[in-house]
């Protein structure tokens, strides 16, 4: 009888220890990555840029989503706050949909292109307005 109160009891003081310990340190646990992925986007999404600033290179457009995704990922991993890397991102795809706007106005790009632009921005508006209701 006893064997199993103190079975029981075990349990739930193990079980509320590691309840009081999730609520305390809650995001406490980082990827041991997330650091060197977001320097690694970072450096990506400069590269990106400066190519297609030098050659104005279609496939360097199309890779600002990607990269900006990377840095949404890794910053949101680093610091905890999934509401900042939102809105950074919502800012990098604004200026990507404006760049792939002006150059389908300019007769210089894809209009696929320019849509892909408007989603991107509907896109991160949406993973803001997800990360406010956080």
Sequence with gaps: MFKR???????VLLLGGSLTLSAQDKGA???????????????????VNQRYTHTVSEQALAEFPVWSLRIL?????VSGNALVASREHLGR??????????????????????IDG????????SMVAKAQAR
Excluded: N, W
Excluded at 118 to 125: F, H, K, M, T
């Design 118 to 125: 408007e989603y991107r921005v509907l896109e991160a508006e």
């Design 73 to 77: 990922d890794a910053q949101s991993d």
């Design 5 to 11: 109160l103190y079975l029981l009891l075990g349990f």
């Design 29 to 47: 646990i980082r990827d041991p990555t997330a650091e060197a992925r977001l320097k690694l986007a970072r450096q990506g999404y400069d590269l």
């Design 93 to 114: 795809m604004k200026e990507y949909a404006k760049l792939v706007a002006q150059r389908y106005q300019a007769g210089q790009g894809l209009h696929s292109a320019a």
